[in-house]
C-alpha cells in the first residue's frame, strides 16, 4: 500500500459530467418526468460523484454537498426555516422546495420565491434564508443522515457536510424590524445539535461544517457566537468536526477560529495564502490541519513543487499525521472532467496540458498526497515531471503575451475614462433625442431561447445547417421579436440575443486571449448551467462583435434599439482567469475591446447602448479594507468602456442579485445614464439605498422576477412602482424586468411583459 497523508475533498460538482440533474429537473418542471424519476436521477450522480473519489483514493470523500437546487436552501427545509407563504405546500415536499426557490403559480397558489444573491464573491447563487422576530425551528428534514447511509450501504464511508448555524444566520435576512438575526441562536441551536446527532446515530466518525463567514469582517457578537456554538456542538456531540473555511484568509479570525473545539480546522490557503505562516504559528497541540492548497475556484493545474513545498512545511511543524491535502473549497465551482473535452479547434492541446478539472483535482490530491511522504515513489515521477513540464511550458508559451496590447493599456490617458459631460447635461440631450415618454419601458436584453432556437445551433454547429440557413432562421426570429415588442408597446426595443449562447461566452468567442470547453459545465443556481470561457492571455478584440445584428434588428423599427454588451469587470468575473498577471490589467485588456465595440456601435447609429456589469458587486473583496482598490480599477474599467461616446448615446448598464448598500457611491461613479437593477424579490429593498444616497442618473429597477414562470398582475407591478417613488423621482425611473428573459418561455414573457406594459401606462396617467 502506497504511504500517504491524508487527502479531503470539500464538495463536487452535483450536476453530473454531462448535466444530467439540469435536464432531469427542467423535465420535472414540465411534467415530462415524476418526482421519483427525478429523485432517481440524483441518486445515481451522488453514487457516481462517491464512487469516483473513493476509487481514485480520497480518504474523506463529501456527502450531502449534493443539492437539488442549492445547499443554504437545503439547511433552510432541514431547520424547518419555512417562511409562511409555503405552509400550503408542506404536503408536497419537492413541490415546496422548487416553490421556495422559483415561487409558483398553479392550482390556485401564487407565492413569490425567496430571495436569491451571490454566493460569496462567486458567480454561484443561492437561496436567502428568511428570519422574522418569533422564528421557530426544527428538525424538518433528515437529507445529511439519508445521503450518509445511502453511501454507506454502496460501501463508501463518507463525511457529511453541513452548514454551521454562525454562517447560517449571517447568510440569511430578517423580513421585519426589531431584532437581529443572530439574536435566533438560542433557537437554531438545539434544531442543529439535533441535526448532528442524526449524523451521529447513522454511523458517522467525521462532519465537515462549513463556516464560511470566518473569512468576514466579524463583529464581536458574531464572534462570541461560535464560541457558544461550538462549545455547545462540543458537549453534546460525540463526532469529530473538521470545521471548515474558505474564499479567503482568516486574517484577525484567525485565533478564533483555531481555538474552537474542533477535532479539525480546514482553510483556503489559494485565495488566503497570506495566512499559512502565521497560522502554523498559533496552531493548537492535537489539531489536524486540512491545507487547503488545490484550487476548488480555477482551472489551472496545480504547481506541484510549490505546494509539496507549504504541505513539508506544515508537516515540519505539525507531523503528517495532522496535515491533510485538501482542495481549497468545493468543486461545485470547477467543471467535471477535463477528458471530455476533444475539439482541440475550441480547447487547443498546448493549453489544455495546463488545465485540470474536478476529476483531475482529485487525482492531484492523492498524488501531492503520496509525494508529501514518499518524492522517490516510482509510480508517481512521471506525473510529477510531467507537472513540471506542463507548468514550465505554460510560463514561457508565446500564446500568451501581445506587445501591441502591452502597449495600448500603458498608454490609456485620464481622458479615456470620462464622458464629455455630466449626466444633467447628457440626460437632456439624450431625451431631445430619444423622446421617451415618462416611465420608460425597455427589457434587459435577451428573449426566450426556446428547443427550436438552441437546436440550429446545435444542428449548425454540427454542419447540418450552412451559415447562409443558420443566419437566416435567426434572422427571423429577430425580425418576429422586434414586430412583437412594437406590438406590445415598449419604448426601447432589444434584438432579443437568439445568436448568443451565454452573454460571456458569445463576446469571448470573439475575442483573443480566450480558450472555450465543450463540456466545462458550471452550475450558477438551481438548474441554470454556464459554460465560463478561459481566459488565457492577453485580451484584444480583432473585429466588431455585435454590429451586424443591432444594426440589422435597427433597420426593422424607428423606436431606439439597444446594443447589448457585457462589461469587463462580468466578463473576467464570470470567466476562468489566468492567474500569471494582476485581474486589474485583465479587466483593462478586457474594458478597450469593449470599448472599441462601443464607439463602432455609436458610428453605426446606435443610439441607446446597455454595457451588462451584472458581476461588479460580486467581484468585491470579502475584506473591506481590500475594497478600496478593487472598486478603484473595477469603476476605471467601466468607464473606460463606455466614456469614448458623445453625449447624445445612452449608456446604460445592469447589475443583480447584489446588495448595493455599501458601495452606492462607487456605482454613481461609473456614470451610466441609466442602471437597471433587481428588485422584485426584495420587493423594492434594494431602492432605500438609491434615496438615501440620491442617486442621480436614471435607475429601472425590475418589477417582476424573470427566474420564476409566475406572471406579475399589473396591480402588483404599480405598487412596486410606487414604492420606487418614494426614492426615485419619476422622471428618473425607467420599468423593467429584472433580468434577461432568456430562460423563460414565450407565453409568459408576452404575459408578463403586457403587464409592464399596462403598469407603466397607469402610472403615466396618474401624472397626468
Known amino acids: 500500500m502506497k504511504k500517504s497523508i491524508k487527502t479531503n475533498v470539500v464538495g463536487f460538482p452535483r450536476i453530473g459530467k454531462a448535466r444530467e440533474l439540469k435536464k432531469a429537473e427542467e423535465a420535472y418542471w414540465n411534467g415530462k418526468i415524476t418526482g421519483d424519476e ?71 397558489n401564487d407565492i413569490i420565491a425567496m430571495e436569491m444573491t451571490k454566493w460569496f464573491d462567486t458567480n454561484y447563487h443561492y437561496i436567502v434564508p428568511e428570519f422574522v422576530k418569533n422564528q421557530s425551528f426544527k428538525l424538518s428534514d433528515t437529507k445529511a443522515a439519508d445521503e450518509y447511509r445511502e453511501a454507506k450501504a454502496a460501501g463508501i464511508e463518507t463525511k457529511p457536510v453541513v452548514i454551521g448555524p454562525v454562517s447560517f444566520l449571517l447568510l440569511g435576512k430578517e423580513k421585519e424590524s426589531g431584532f437581529s438575526r443572530l439574536d435566533l441562536i438560542d433557537r437554531l441551536l438545539p434544531v442543529f445539535i439535533e ?32 464560541q457558544k456554538v461550538y462549545g455547545e456542538v462540543r458537549r453534546q456531540t460525540g463526532l469529530k468536526i473538521v470545521l471548515t473555511t474558505y474564499f479567503g484568509a482568516l486574517r484577525d479570525n484567525a485565533a478564533l477560529a483555531l481555538s474552537l473545539p474542533t477535532d479539525a480546522i480546514h482553510i483556503d490557503f489559494v485565495r488566503g495564502a497570506e495566512d499559512f505562516i502565521s497560522v502554523l504559528d498559533i496552531f493548537p497541540a492535537g489539531k489536524i490541519l486540512s491545507l487547503g492548497i488545490v484550487d476548488g475556484r480555477n482551472i489551472w493545474k496545480n504547481d506541484f513543487e510549490q505546494s509539496l513545498k507549504l504541505i513539508d512545511a506544515a508537516v515540519a511543524r505539525l507531523g503528517a499525521d495532522r496535515v491533510w491535502v485538501a482542495a481549497s473549497a468545493s ?190 459545465w458550471v452550475q450558477s443556481y438551481g438548474s441554470r448551467c454556464v459554460k465560463p470561457p478561459i481566459i488565457f492571455g492577453d485580451v484584444s478584440r480583432p473585429t ?60 453605426a447609429g446606435i443610439k441607446v447602448i446597455q454595457i451588462d456589469e451584472p458581476a461588479i458587486r460580486e467581484g468585491l473583496p470579502l475584506r473591506k479594507s481590500d475594497w478600496a482598490d478593487y472598486l478603484n480599477w473595477a469603476v476605471k474599467a467601466f468607464r473606460l468602456a463606455s466614456s469614448g461616446v458623445s453625449d447624445e448615446t445612452q ?60 406572471v406579475p398582475s399589473v396591480d402588483e407591478i404599480v405598487g412596486l412602482m410606487r414604492k420606487a417613488q418614494t426614492n426615485i423621482p419619476a422622471e428618473r425611473l425607467w420599468v423593467n424586468p429584472d433580468c434577461g428573459l432568456k430562460t423563460r418561455g414565450w407565453a409568459e414573457t408576452k404575459a408578463s411583459i403586457a403587464n409592464m406594459i399596462a403598469a407603466a401606462r397607469q402610472l403615466r396617467n396618474e401624472k397626468k
Open 544 to 603: 466588431p462583435m455585435t454590429i451586424d445584428w443591432i444594426t440589422f434588428a435597427q433597420s426593422l423599427t424607428e423606436k431606439p434599439m439597444k446594443g447589448m454588451l457585457t462589461g469587463p469587470v462580468t466578463i473576467l468575473q464570470w470567466s476562468f482567469v489566468r492567474n500569471d498577471q494582476p485581474r486589474s490589467e485583465t479587466t483593462k485588456q478586457i474594458a478597450l475591446a469593449i470599448r472599441d465595440e462601443v464607439t463602432d456601435l455609436e458610428r
Open 331 to 520: 468543486f461545485l465551482h470547477v467543471p467535471y472532467d477535463l477528458d471530455l473535452e476533444r475539439d482541440e479547434k475550441r480547447l487547443p492541446a498546448e493549453i489544455k496540458r495546463w488545465l485540470a478539472f474536478a476529476r483531475q483535482k482529485v487525482d492531484e490530491l492523492v498524488t501531492l498526497s503520496v509525494l508529501a511522504v514518499d518524492r522517490t515513489n516510482a509510480c508517481l515521477q512521471a506525473a510529477y515531471q510531467q507537472n513540471r513540464a506542463d507548468i514550465a511550458a505554460r510560463k514561457s508559451s508565446a500564446l500568451i503575451h501581445n506587445a501591441k496590447v502591452a502597449e495600448r493599456t500603458a498608454n490609456t490617458s485620464e481622458s479615456d475614462y470620462n464622458r464629455e459631460s455630466a449626466y444633467t447635461v447628457r440626460s437632456q440631450k439624450q431625451q431631445a433625442r430619444l423622446n421617451l415618454p415618462l416611465f420608460p419601458t425597455t427589457t434587459i436584453g435577451s428573449f426566450p431561447q426556446t428547443t427550436e432556437v438552441r437546436s440550429w445551433r446545435a444542428r449548425f454547429r454540427k454542419g447540418e445547417l450552412s451559415a447562409q440557413e443558420y443566419n437566416q432562421l435567426l434572422k427571423d426570429e429577430t425580425a418576429r421579436a422586434v414586430r412583437w415588442q412594437e406590438e406590445a408597446g415598449l419604448d426601447v426595443l432589444v434584438h432579443g440575443e437568439f445568436e448568443r449562447n451565454d452573454m460571456v461566452e458569445y463576446f469571448g468567442e470573439q475575442l483573443d486571449g480566450f480558450v472555450f470547453t465543450q463540456n466545462g
Open 195 to 226: 441535526q448532528l446527532k442524526s449524523l451521529e446515530n447513522a454511523g458517522a466518525e467525521w462532519v465537515q461544517i462549513d463556516e464560511p463567514c470566518l473569512v468576514l469582517d466579524l463583529d464581536e457578537k458574531a464572534k462570541s457566537l461560535y
Open 38 to 108: 427525478l429523485l432517481s436521477v440524483a441518486r445515481s450522480i451522488r453514487l457516481e460523484n462517491w464512487k469516483l473519489q473513493a476509487n481514485a483514493g480520497i480518504s474523506l470523500v463529501p456527502s450531502n454537498d449534493f443539492s437539488l437546487y442549492d445547499q443554504v436552501l437545503d439547511q433552510t427545509v432541514a431547520v424547518g426555516a419555512i417562511p409562511e407563504r409555503y405552509h400550503a405546500l408542506r404536503d408536497n415536499q419537492l413541490e415546496l422546495y422548487f416553490a421556495m426557490a422559483h415561487g409558483v403559480q398553479r392550482d390556485g
Open 651 to 710: 449608456i446604460h448598464t445592469h447589475m443583480c442579485y447584489s446588495e448595493f448598500n455599501d458601495i452606492i457611491e462607487h456605482i454613481a461613479q461609473m456614470d451610466a445614464d441609466v442602471i437597471t437593477i433587481e428588485c422584485s424579490r426584495s420587493q423594492m429593498e434594494l431602492l432605500n439605498v438609491f434615496g438615501s444616497f440620491s442617486y442621480p442618473n436614471g435607475i429601472g429597477p425590475g418589477v417582476y422576477d424573470i427566474h420564476s414562470a409566475r
